[in-house]
Structure formats: C-alpha cells, structure tokens
C-alpha cells in the first residue's frame, strides 16, 4: 500500500484539550451499580461496599467527571429516595429499565466514591416526573453550607462540608419519545429554565447542561437545540449530544468509517451554538457535552425488558470486539480534534453495562474497548493539533471517502502524542509523519491490534486483545516513520529538538 503522510505544524493548533473529555457516566441501569461498581457482599467489597477490583481497573484510566444517575433512569428517579439510612429507603419499580431498585447506592454514597476515585461528580436532575423545585433541593443539599433545610439534611446523614457539585444536566434525553416525562421541546425549555434559575439561585457557581438533541434520527434533530438555546439563554453553559455506533448490518468498512458519523454531527450541533449566540447578540458561547457515547447495537430491543421485576439484571451487557475497540478510538479522535468545541464526554457506560469492564461473581474483565481509553490516559495533556492526512482511502455509502488512517494529535510542551486508527481491514499502512523536521527520538509507542475484526476477550481467554509494544518507529532527518498493522489503534508519543 501507498505510504500514507501525515503533515503537522506546532503553530497550526485547535484548542487545549479539556481533561473532561475523558469521563464515565454510571447509571442505575442493570449491574452497573449493583454487582459493579457497588457490591457489600463481594470478597472485593471495601469498607464502602465499592468493588476494590472494578476500581482498580478504572484508575489507570484517569476518569475525570463521572455522570449519575442516569441516563434515562434519572427522568422518573427522586433523589431523596437515595440519601438516609438505608434501612429507610424505599425499594421502588424503576419504570427505565422495568427493574427494581432498592436505593441502597444513592447521592452520599455516588460523591464519596467521587472522592475516592478524585472524579468530578455530574449529576443530572429529574425533569421528567421530577420538578424545578426539586432539582433546586438537590443543589442545596448537595453543595450550600449547614444553616439550612436539605444542607443540614446532608449534614445529618454524614457529611458536615457541601460536596460541592460544578456540573448539573437539566434532565436527560427530553427530546425522544422514549423518554418518562417525555415533551416537545418548547415545553422542556420552559421547565429548564425553571429550574435553571432556581439551581444557580441557590449555588451561582455551578454550570448547566441543557438537554441536546440526542441522536440524529429524530426528526426534531437542530430544531430541538435551537428552541432549547434560545429559551435558556445564559443559563445554558453547555448542551448534550449522544450517540451510540452500531454495526447491526455487519458491514465493517462502513462501521470503521462512523468517525466521519461524529465528526458531522459535532460541527452541526456546534453550528447551531453558534448561531443562537450570533441571533442572542450574546458573548457567552455555549459549549458541547458529549455525555453519552459508545458502541451499542447487540443488546438492544426486548433486552430493554428483560428486567422486569428483577433486581440487578443483566441488561445491555456487550461482549466488544476488535472492531468495536476502533471505534471507541475514533471517539477520542473526533474528540481531540474538535477540542475547540467539546469540552465534556462521557464514556456510557463504565462496568457490565456496554461497559469496558465486565464482573461475572468475583470475576473481572477488561474487554477490548478498555485499551483504547487506557493507551490514551497518559497521553491526552496538551493542545489539539490540525491534522493533514495525504494517504489512500476507501468510498463509503454514509459517509463518502474516507483515508485508511484516521488521526489525532497532541503537543504537550516538546512531545507529540499521536493517535492512529487502521481501517485497512486487510492490509498494513506505511506512514511517515512531518513536522518540520523537529522530531527527535521516539518516547513510546504502542498497538492495539489482534488476529481478526471479531476478534474479543473472555473470561477464558483475556488477553486475546490488548495494548502491546510498536518496535517498528524510526525517526530519520527530522520525521517519523512507521507501519501501522491492520485493524489497529496505535498510540506514539515523539519528542521534538
């Protein structure tokens, strides 16, 4: 194959990656929480009831925000259900997921383990069968000082200091019919609004997350963000977007090439931002948060009941492949390369459910899609770079030619982290990157790679795939250059003179 060249220059940049880009989201949703992250009665369990092995596995990965509770759980959640002794809390029908939910694992217990982990706590409030007023409530308990209704509440249940909680969504995913509370979008507007006001009333230092539209197959799709913006004004800091790839008619190429997928709709949904904020004549632009993403299309449909009236079931619980892992990656490239943008994301979800960490009993797996959040966890600090890729491609039906490589880049001080992305099902793909011929050596260098697209993890066999050494980068007159094998994610990190 044709030597695929990748062109960088240090003055050509985007925005500084924002660290939040690379967060989790843990809702009540199957065995997330119970059997996941939170399980009193595992030989793994602390002293908190948290999994010491599952919090081993997610450390490496350097989570920054954690969202909670949900998700589609959230629109018909009380968050008062969730706090005081836990002998007193109600076990309920989560109507979401067609489960039960006990509200043994609620607000305290989510922030201690934010503590512990040295996440930042993201929560999102009930907008659905929930009111403004509550959400106000919730503020209040969680982040104003003793001297008050739901603050000393707080402080009667352990915890004397505010938990001090920045990001707060208003409400999740109002836009789908799916959705418990479910309205048009004018509706959701006013009701965020309402509640907007009353949260930053009651702690002006948080920021808000309106609702966004949360896929591109609704019809409402732009129509919805444009009515939501302009009825929230300055209250909205940043507004959501999701999205969850799939492959359900086994079309690799096509699959491989989704990144173009989240790219589009990036660049929409920032169009829209900006258009409100040049109508609204305003100097606050609104950011995105990209809080919900991942690969998601093999437990879906009647799945959705399969928990009916059953506590901790095994709801939406992915087996990831190689394939699936790439494009896990090419999130984090779109990410890094619309930095000037994004500036949340949040991993949907972080154990059992379409999670990169699967628990069977006392058991604990890290599926394929782990090590591309691990491969770059050490290499994400620094400035998004522009990226020009002169190499060989493939058309695509959706989303027209694309290259086989799919890149993103980092300038940290004198270092440059490279991500790579092979689509070539078949073939390896020379590369040789510039940038004015300043690279000096190679720091480190690694794949993700494996004998076939199908190719997964089990609890049997667990390192079928996982990150290993990239020995073939030379750095010659000033560039890099390397082979890139097939169905791969490479990370490289190069110093500069």
Same mark, same amino acid.
């Given at each position: 194959?044709?030597t695929?060249?990748?062109?960088?220059?240090? =003055?050509f940049?985007?925005?500084?990656?924002?660290?939040?880009?690379?967060?989790?989201?843990?809702?009540?949703?199957?065995?997330?929480?119970?059997?996941?992250? /939170?399980?009193?009665d %595992?030989?793994?369990?602390?002293?908190?009831?948290f999994?010491?092995?599952?919090?081993?596995? #997610?450390?490496?990965?350097?989570?920054t925000?954690?969202?909670?509770?949900?998700?589609?759980?959230?629109?018909?959640?009380?968050?008062?259900?969730?706090?005081?002794?836990?002998?007193?809390?109600?076990?309920?029908?989560?109507?979401?997921?067609?489960?039960?939910?006990?509200?043994?694992?609620?607000?305290?217990?989510?922030?201690?383990?934010?503590?512990?982990? !040295?996440?930042?706590?993201m929560?999102?409030?009930?907008l659905?069968?929930?009111?403004?007023?509550?959400?106000?409530h919730w503020?209040?308990?969680?982040?104003?000082?003793?001297g008050t209704?739901?603050?000393?509440?707080?402080?009667?249940?352990?915890?004397?200091d505010p938990?001090?909680?920045?990001?707060?969504?208003?409400?999740n995913?109002?836009?789908? @019919?799916?959705?418990?509370?479910?309205?048009?979008?004018? =509706?959701?507007?006013?009701?965020?609004?309402?509640a907007?006001?009353?949260?930053?009333?009651?702690? @002006?230092a948080?920021?808000?997350?309106?609702?966004? %539209?949360?896929?591109v197959?609704?019809?409402t799709?732009?129509?919805w963000?444009h009515?939501?913006?302009?009825?929230?004004?300055?209250?909205?800091? /940043?507004?959501?977007?999701?999205?969850?790839?799939?492959?359900?008619?086994?079309?690799?190429?096509? /699959?491989?090439a989704?990144?173009?997928?989240?790219?589009?709709?990036?660049?929409?949904?920032d169009?829209?931002?900006?258009?409100?904020?040049?109508?609204?004549?305003s100097?606050?632009?609104?950011?995105? %948060?990209?809080? =919900?993403?991942?690969?998601?299309?093999?437990?879906?449909?009647?799945?959705?009941?399969?928990?009916?009236?059953?506590?901790?079931?095994?709801? #939406?619980?992915?087996?990831? !492949?190689?394939a699936?892992?790439l494009?896990?990656?090419?999130?984090?490239?779109?990410?890094?390369?619309?930095? !000037?943008?994004?500036?949340?994301?949040?991993?949907?979800?972080?154990?059992?459910?379409?999670?990169?960490?699967?628990?069977?009993?006392?058991? #604990?797996?890290?599926?394929?899609?782990?090590?591309?959040?691990?491969?770059?966890?050490?290499?994400?600090k620094?400035?998004?770079?522009q990226?020009?890729?002169?190499?060989?491609?493939?058309?695509t039906?959706?989303?027209?030619?694309?290259?086989?490589?799919?890149?993103?880049?980092?300038?940290?001080?004198?270092?440059?982290?490279?991500?790579?992305?092979?689509?070539s099902?078949?073939?390896?793909?020379?590369?040789?990157?510039?940038?004015?011929?300043r690279?000096k050596?190679?720091?480190?260098?690694?794949?993700?790679?494996?004998?076939?697209?199908v190719?997964?993890?089990?609890? =049997?066999n667990?390192?079928?795939?996982?990150?290993?050494?990239?020995?073939?980068?030379?750095?010659?007159?000033?560039?890099?250059e390397?082979?890139v094998?097939?169905?791969?994610?490479?990370?490289?990190?190069?110093d500069?003179v």
């Amino acid at each position: 194959m044709n030597t695929t060249h990748i062109y960088l220059h240090p =003055e050509f940049t985007i925005a500084p990656v924002d660290q939040r880009l690379f967060g989790g989201f843990l809702e009540h949703l199957g065995r997330a929480i119970y059997q996941g992250i /939170y399980q009193p009665d %595992s030989i793994h369990a602390d002293e908190n009831g948290f999994r010491r092995d599952v919090l081993a596995a #997610l450390k490496p990965l350097r989570l920054t925000t954690m969202r909670y509770p949900g998700g589609n759980f959230v629109s018909g959640y009380h968050w008062l259900d969730g706090v005081g002794p836990k002998t007193e809390r109600p076990t309920l029908n989560d109507l979401a997921w067609c489960s039960i939910e006990p509200n043994q694992f609620g607000t305290d217990e989510f922030l201690k383990l934010c503590r512990l982990m !040295d996440w930042q706590p993201m929560l999102a409030c009930n907008l659905g069968t929930g009111t403004p007023e509550e959400a106000r409530h919730w503020v209040e308990y969680c982040n104003l000082p003793a001297g008050t209704k739901y603050a000393d509440l707080r402080e009667k249940n352990g915890s004397k200091d505010p938990y001090a909680v920045r990001f707060w969504c208003l409400g999740n995913e109002m836009d789908g @019919p799916w959705q418990i509370g479910h309205v048009p979008a004018k =509706e959701y507007a006013i009701r965020a609004q309402q509640a907007a006001k009353m949260m930053r009333d009651a702690d @002006p230092a948080i920021e808000l997350i309106a609702c966004g %539209s949360c896929t591109v197959d609704l019809p409402t799709y732009l129509d919805w963000d444009h009515t939501v913006l302009e009825q929230l004004g300055d209250f909205a800091d /940043y507004i959501s977007l999701h999205r969850y790839a799939e492959n359900k008619d086994g079309n690799l190429p096509e /699959y491989l090439a989704s990144t173009r997928g989240i790219d589009r709709q990036i660049e929409e949904m920032d169009a829209v931002c900006r258009f409100v904020q040049a109508r609204r004549r305003s100097s606050k632009r609104v950011y995105l %948060s990209f809080d =919900e993403w991942n690969v998601w299309y093999r437990t879906t449909g009647p799945e959705f009941t399969n928990g009916r009236g059953k506590f901790a079931a095994h709801l #939406l619980e992915e087996e990831f !492949d190689l394939a699936d892992a790439l494009v896990v990656a090419g999130f984090l490239n779109s990410f890094i390369r619309h930095a !000037d943008c994004v500036k949340m994301a949040n991993l949907a979800q972080v154990v059992n459910a379409i999670a990169p960490i699967l628990t069977r009993g006392n058991e #604990l797996l890290l599926q394929t899609t782990y090590f591309p959040l691990l491969m770059a966890a050490n290499r994400r600090k620094g400035i998004s770079l522009q990226v020009k890729v002169d190499g060989p491609g493939y058309e695509t039906e959706k989303f027209g030619a694309v290259k086989f490589i799919d890149a993103s880049v980092i300038l940290d001080g004198n270092r440059l982290n490279v991500f790579l992305i092979n689509r070539s099902v078949e073939e390896p793909v020379p590369i040789r990157l510039e940038c004015l011929g300043r690279i000096k050596e190679v720091f480190s260098a690694e794949v993700l790679s494996g004998p076939s697209a199908v190719s997964r993890n089990s609890f =049997e066999n667990r390192n079928v795939i996982c990150n290993r050494p990239l020995n073939l980068v030379h750095v010659q007159n000033g560039a890099a250059e390397l082979t890139v094998p097939p169905l791969s994610f490479s990370a490289v990190s190069l110093d500069l003179v």
